[in-house]
């Protein structure tokens, strides 16, 4: 069963192949490149790889119009490279996920290119047209400021086509019985070739109705139970890990009531609220969010993350909130975008203050649910904000302090290594950090590490405590019969917090500190009084004074 469940334990790993490591010399990355570094990624202590888009495509959207669901773009490699690396991947007992974007196409995909070409076709209700243009055509944009209506004209169907991002990429039929299976078929291909699952883009919209006569939202859930069992008759623990930016209401409606359609979310109501604590210190908006999404099926599992390839979306903030966190983390203009989001990197956010981007992590690992990194995020990578929209923080991975960050042999790539300032290439690598036991990247890898020794965070059930200080969160764990004790201080000033564990069987109890010596015995009373620095984080086993015992006698 343990098994089956293998996503409540991973540690997921982001990658953009075109981004992280070139082998033949072109300027882009490869599946080759990719396999060299495998051991690397093993060694981080990462279990499973998502990578983005790799699918041919115009590349208009970074892959994400994807012009032909059952092949390699040629730029990455072949089929076959794809196979090679998998294998690899399974024998370093790594997994794969890959993005299934199947809400649209590009509109250069052969089943549109038909579909407009022939009113006779197939093809042609694959997609959602309208004899007219919907009075309601600029409602629902994904990018605003940037698309200005979900409706275009194509002269040569002499019709209207919707699609819910640019016009590029028209939206899939998805209620079409026919667009279903292929989405099926389309999935047990790269089952066959090893995936162990998908993270599906824009699920909210993938499985809504569409059509000009739409006036309100209607989601069609039960899609998600055909696409978990199809699955599941494949490859019994494959996985989706949906992309749904939707309220805490909404939740169990995705992963169904019993765990039968969904297995994995991931929480942007945490990340949002994460932003917000770590702006401000008040951690009371937080906490509402943690318990707002507490409840879940035993088998179903939440992504957290701080950070990813889009803009760090804050639409469920408040607008009070949602200044005070722009004000903090994206003073200029050119830093937001879509008025709802900052497009930068997490380390320049945080002014690559070391203690701030500690916390965080150390916060995202301790969260419930299964942690998500960023290709880059272990070694504090930043932007460059000259690229525009969400390019700027899709630039390539800096390998060491070679040209081009040791990520390719070619002078210009087309996508040029962040050079010079405080987060270029050349102060900020893997090589220079590796050679430092005090770097970062050392310090995540301790981290990770220690993440996978404590289950409880992801098979167990959590307790939001009650503490002396409002900028200091605690959350305990239980599993088993084992307890575990987080506590993050989000304020700029060293502290002493008290709190009790929260049980009447465990107050009283020693607090053994995971990362150090400094351990914890409580006062009479059973309350514990812990000093924490500035940013300061605690990761503590409740009890085992037999441990401490043991230890002093070995």
Same mark, same amino acid.
Request: proline share 6%.
């Given at each position: 069963?343990?098994n089956d469940?293998?996503?409540?334990?991973?540690?997921?790993?982001?990658?953009?192949v075109?981004?992280?490591?070139d082998?033949?010399?072109?300027?882009?990355?490869?599946?080759?490149?990719?396999?060299?570094?495998?051991?690397?990624l093993?060694?981080?202590?990462?279990?499973?790889?998502?990578?983005?888009?790799?699918?041919?495509?115009?590349?208009?959207?970074?892959?994400?119009?994807?012009?032909?669901?059952?092949?390699v773009?040629?730029?990455?490699?072949?089929?076959?490279?794809?196979?090679?690396?998998?294998?690899?991947?399974?024998?370093?007992?790594?997994r794969?996920?890959?993005?299934?974007?199947?809400?649209?196409?590009?509109?250069?995909?052969?089943?549109?290119v038909?579909?407009?070409?022939d009113?006779?076709?197939?093809?042609?209700?694959?997609?959602?047209?309208?004899?007219?243009?919907?009075?309601?055509?600029?409602?629902?944009?994904?990018?605003?400021?940037?698309?200005k209506?979900?409706?275009?004209?194509d002269?040569?169907?002499?019709?209207?086509?919707?699609?819910?991002?640019?016009?590029?990429?028209?939206?899939?039929?998805t209620?079409?019985?026919?667009?279903?299976?292929?989405?099926?078929?389309?999935?047990?291909?790269?089952i066959?070739?090893?995936?162990?699952?998908?993270?599906?883009?824009?699920?909210?919209?993938?499985?809504?109705?569409?059509?000009?006569?739409?006036?309100?939202?209607?989601?069609?859930?039960?899609?998600?139970?055909?696409?978990r069992?199809?699955?599941?008759? $494949?490859?019994g623990?494959?996985i989706?890990l949906?992309?749904?930016?939707? =309220? /805490?209401? +909404?939740?169990?409606?995705?992963? #169904? !009531?019993?765990?039968?359609?969904?297995?994995?979310?991931?929480?942007?109501?945490?990340?949002?609220?994460?932003?917000?604590?770590?702006?401000t210190?008040?951690?009371?908006?937080l906490?509402?969010?943690?318990?707002?999404?507490?409840?879940?099926?035993?088998?179903?599992q939440?992504?957290?993350?701080?950070?990813?390839?889009?803009?760090?979306?804050?639409?469920?903030?408040?607008?009070?909130?949602?200044?005070?966190?722009?004000?903090?983390?994206?003073?200029?203009?050119?830093?937001?975008?879509?008025g709802?989001?900052?497009?930068?990197r997490?380390?320049?956010?945080?002014?690559?203050? $070391?203690?701030?981007?500690?916390?965080?992590?150390?916060?995202?690992?301790? =969260? /419930?649910? +299964?942690?998500?990194?960023?290709? #880059? !995020?272990?070694?504090?990578?930043?932007?460059?904000?000259?690229?525009?929209?969400?390019?700027?923080?899709?630039?390539?991975?800096?390998?060491?302090?070679?040209?081009?960050?040791g990520?390719?042999?070619?002078?210009?790539?087309?996508?040029?290594?962040?050079?010079?300032?405080?987060?270029?290439?050349?102060?900020?690598?893997?090589?220079?950090?590796?050679?430092d036991?005090?770097s970062?990247?050392?310090?995540?890898?301790?981290?990770?590490?220690?993440?996978?020794e404590?289950?409880?965070?992801?098979?167990?059930?959590?307790?939001?405590?009650?503490t002396?200080?409002?900028?200091?969160?605690?959350?305990?764990?239980?599993?088993?019969?084992?307890?575990?004790?987080? =506590?993050?201080?989000?304020?700029?000033?060293?502290?002493?917090?008290?709190?009790?564990?929260?049980?009447?069987?465990?107050?009283?109890?020693?607090?053994?500190?995971?990362?150090?010596?400094?351990?914890?015995?409580?006062?009479?009373?059973?309350?514990?009084?812990?000093?924490?620095?500035?940013f300061?984080?605690?990761?503590?086993?409740?009890?085992?004074?037999?441990?401490?015992?043991?230890?002093?006698?070995?």
């Open positions: 069963m343990l469940l293998w996503y409540k334990n991973a540690i997921i790993y982001c990658l953009s075109g981004t992280f490591m082998a033949n010399g072109d300027g882009v990355g490869d599946f080759q490149g990719l396999m060299r570094r495998l051991d690397y093993q060694g981080l202590g990462m279990t499973t790889i998502w990578l983005m888009p790799f699918h041919p495509s115009p590349g208009r959207d970074h892959g994400y119009d994807v012009c032909d669901y059952y092949n773009d040629s730029k990455y490699g072949t089929l076959g490279d794809f196979a090679e690396f998998t294998h690899a991947c399974a024998q370093r007992g790594l794969v996920i890959i993005d299934l974007v199947v809400n649209h196409t590009s509109d250069q995909h052969p089943w549109f038909q579909a407009r070409s009113p006779e076709s197939k093809y042609r209700d694959w997609y959602v047209w309208s004899d007219y243009k919907p009075p309601d055509a600029e409602r629902g944009v994904a990018f605003p400021g940037i698309q209506s979900t409706w275009s004209f002269k040569r169907a002499r019709r209207w086509y919707f699609h819910r991002f640019y016009d590029f990429q028209p939206d899939l039929n209620s079409n019985p026919h667009v279903q299976a292929e989405l099926l078929k389309i999935m047990g291909f790269w066959q070739l090893g995936v162990s699952g998908f993270r599906m883009d824009a699920v909210p919209f993938v499985i809504a109705k569409k059509g000009p006569k739409v006036r309100r939202t209607v989601e069609q859930y039960d899609m998600l139970r055909t696409f069992e199809s699955l599941q008759w $494949r490859e623990d494959a989706i949906a992309e749904a930016n939707v =309220l /805490p209401d +909404t939740d169990l409606q995705y992963f #169904g !009531d019993a765990g039968e359609r969904l297995p994995m979310m991931f929480n942007f109501q945490l990340n949002q609220n994460t932003f917000y604590t770590l702006a210190g008040d951690t009371a908006p906490k509402k969010a943690l318990l707002a999404t507490k409840p879940r099926p035993p088998s179903a939440w992504g957290v993350f701080l950070r990813n390839h889009d803009e760090l979306d804050l639409g469920r903030l408040t607008p009070e909130q949602r200044a005070i966190v722009f004000a903090a983390f994206a003073p200029d203009p050119d830093m937001q975008l879509y709802r989001g900052i497009r930068r997490l380390a320049p956010m945080l002014s690559g203050d $070391r203690r701030r981007l500690e916390l965080a992590y150390s916060l995202m690992m301790s =969260l /419930p649910g +299964t942690p998500v990194f960023r290709y #880059g !995020d272990e070694i504090g990578m930043g932007d460059d904000l000259r690229r525009p929209e969400r390019e700027c923080a899709r630039t390539p991975m800096q390998w060491s302090n070679e040209p081009q960050g990520f390719t042999k070619h002078p210009k790539p087309p996508v040029a290594t962040i050079s010079d300032g405080a987060y270029g290439f050349e102060r900020v690598n893997v090589a220079k950090q590796r050679r036991p005090d970062f990247l050392n310090w995540m890898e301790r981290m990770i590490r220690m993440r996978r404590v289950p409880e965070i992801s098979w167990g059930d959590f307790e939001v405590l009650r002396s200080r409002n900028d200091v969160l605690a959350l305990r764990y239980d599993w088993r019969n084992n307890s575990v004790l987080f =506590l993050h201080n989000f304020g700029a000033e060293a502290c002493t917090v008290k709190f009790r564990c929260g049980r009447k069987d465990l107050d009283g109890e020693p607090l053994i500190n995971l990362l150090s010596d400094d351990h914890s015995a409580a006062a009479d009373g059973g309350r514990h009084a812990v000093v924490l620095e500035p300061g984080y605690r990761w503590y086993r409740i009890g085992g004074l037999d441990y401490l015992l043991r230890r002093t006698e070995a």
